[in-house]
């Protein structure tokens, strides 16, 4: 109790002790990046094989978020848990693999600070409150998902689904909007952007997003009330077309490539569940409305 009084009153002790949880967490959101594509698409082959009539496939190892540990994926050395420390161990081993001395991947410690930053972030924004509490499985659970789009063009329902109704049942306590508010957001947020797919779809006869996306959007909507979602659509149509281009650009892409949106949704959302005041207050100042 003496712990949590402290941090409770000393808000800047309680950011980096956010700061030290994002940082594990965003160690484990690494893994459920890797592995959750993966489990996901042998549950698939799985239950196709099922409804064709296929023979099975033959029994595998156990994959999972927790098995097998992890491993080095030119060699296979198994990492040992003082190699798997957050930011420390990638500092420590130079970046490489102590067994072959390939490079790893600077987007491990990269997720590991961000998620780490993010998590100081909302904890000195909330404070010591449930808001807090439930503003940091959002975050993470937004993280992930943006990664996984990013890879896959993929917004897994095993990730979007359970923080859909996390949302509904923190605002039934009333943490970021009302339950009513709460309840039309995510019923706005999917049926928004599935209009403007079914228009697109007639008019162009082509797909311009995925289900994955009104679901987001359904989801930002459950935990912000419909008041967030005209700005999170602003933000992420703004956000997405500058970066788009400039991602098609650096790739010498063309305009027709697929770019995930999910990832403009997660940021645009997350900027609106936090400060969405704020930006809507300042606009209307700016244009004279106050």
């Not at 797919?197 to 994955?212: N, P, Q, R």
Request: charge should be neutral.
């Amino acid at each position: 109790m003496q712990v949590l009084d402290f941090l409770a009153s000393h808000v800047l002790a309680f950011a980096l002790f956010a700061l030290l949880i994002g940082l594990l967490i965003g160690s484990f959101l690494n893994v459920v990046v890797y592995r959750l594509p993966l489990m996901l698409e042998r549950d698939w082959k799985t239950q196709a094989r099922e409804i064709l009539a296929l023979p099975s496939e033959p029994q595998q190892a156990t994959f999972n978020l927790v098995l097998p540990n992890s491993q080095c994926p030119q060699c296979g050395h198994e990492i040992r848990p003082w190699e798997n420390i957050p930011l420390l161990s990638f500092l420590a081993l130079r970046g490489k693999c102590s067994s072959c001395k390939t490079p790893i991947s600077k987007r491990y410690p990269l997720v590991e600070l961000a998620c780490g930053l993010l998590s100081a972030y909302v904890a000195w924004h909330f404070g010591f409150t449930w808001e807090t509490a439930g503003m940091l499985l959002l975050t993470w659970g937004l993280l992930a998902m943006s990664l996984i789009d990013a890879d896959h063009q993929l917004l897994p329902d095993a990730l979007v689904l359970p923080l859909l109704w996390l949302g509904l049942i923190a605002n039934y306590f009333g943490l970021y909007a009302n339950l009513g508010d709460a309840v039309w957001g995510a019923v706005a947020g999917y049926l928004s952007l599935w209009s403007v797919y079914w228009l697109f779809k007639l008019v162009t006869g082509k797909e311009g997003m995925g289900y994955g996306d009104f679901k987001l959007l359904a989801m930002l909507g459950a935990w912000g009330g419909w008041q967030v979602l005209p700005l999170t659509i602003l933000l992420s149509s703004l956000v997405g077309a500058i970066l788009g281009l400039i991602m098609l650009r650096l790739r010498n892409a063309e305009t027709s490539t697929p770019i995930p949106f999910g990832p403009y949704l997660a940021i645009a959302g997350w900027i609106a569940l936090l400060w969405g005041d704020q930006i809507t207050g300042t606009y209307l100042q700016i244009a004279g409305f106050r």
